[in-house]
């Protein structure tokens, strides 16, 4: 079965590093996106991508970097510049946007955690 | 970033009970979806509407995409305890270039046994 596949489910990052959440689909989606959930909050986006070796800042890029270098793969780094990482990050990825957005799927998500 | 407004912020009802929750925005949207996300995992979706005045049901679920298509409604009949979870709407603005989805708050259920 096709899907969208995010790990670890936990993590566990000491303050002043770097840490990167995996985020995999096989679902031959074009666009991937970031997303990040506080407690009480709704999603907000950090980056997302359309097509390989393309991605833009979403509303809360800063401290976040990603890549895109395959169409199945699209990993997020939370950087030591991030300050305050401890949050659920979601990852999700939709088909090209001819015709109807059939909505996105998202993966299970990621709950870091700054120790 | 842009959200929509979606209420109520949170209900708790008993099971058996009918349950109502909207989202607006201030914008017109060609599209809206309705997710739902358990605890500690993505959110799920639920339904998708395209045409203003569409009216669509998933089980117990039904959604409306509204008239003014800057509004949709999601309503659960006779709530089970397994409904427990947030409620999210999402749409996608009309002359949107991308596939962008913008979220709502959320809507969080519980449902007392």
């Known amino acids: 079965d096709g899907g969208i596949t995010q790990s670890p489910k936990y993590l566990f990052r000491k303050e002043g590093q770097n840490v990167t959440l995996s985020c995999e689909q096989n679902l031959n989606h074009d666009a991937m996106y970031w997303y990040r959930q506080d407690p009480g909050q709704g999603l907000r986006l950090i980056y997302y991508?359309?097509?390989?070796?393309?991605?833009q800042k979403g509303d809360i890029a800063e401290g976040y970097s990603v890549s895109r270098e395959k169409k199945e793969s699209f990993p997020l780094t939370v950087t030591s510049a991030q300050k305050n990482p401890t949050a659920f990050y979601l990852c999700?990825?939709?088909?090209?946007?001819?015709?109807?957005?059939?909505?996105?799927?998202f993966g299970s998500g990621t709950r870091l955690t700054v120790v | 970033g842009q959200q929509l407004n979606q209420s109520p912020q949170s209900m708790f009802i008993q099971e058996g009970e009918d349950v109502s929750m909207n989202c607006t925005s201030s914008s017109i949207f060609n599209t809206w979806l309705w997710y739902k996300q358990d605890p500690g995992e993505g959110p799920v979706l639920l339904i998708a509407?395209?045409?203003?005045?569409e009216l669509t049901s998933n089980g117990r679920l039904t959604a409306q995409f509204g008239i003014t298509r800057k509004d949709s409604f999601l309503n659960i009949s006779a709530s089970i305890p397994s409904d427990v979870g947030i409620y999210f709407c999402a749409g996608r603005m009309a002359g949107g270039a991308t596939n962008k989805l913008i979220f709502g708050t959320g809507t969080l259920l519980a449902v007392q046994p």
């Open positions: 991508s359309q097509i390989v070796n393309d991605f």
């Open positions: 999700a990825s939709s088909k090209p946007r001819q015709g109807r957005i059939y909505g996105y799927t």
């Open positions: 509407l395209y045409k203003a005045g």
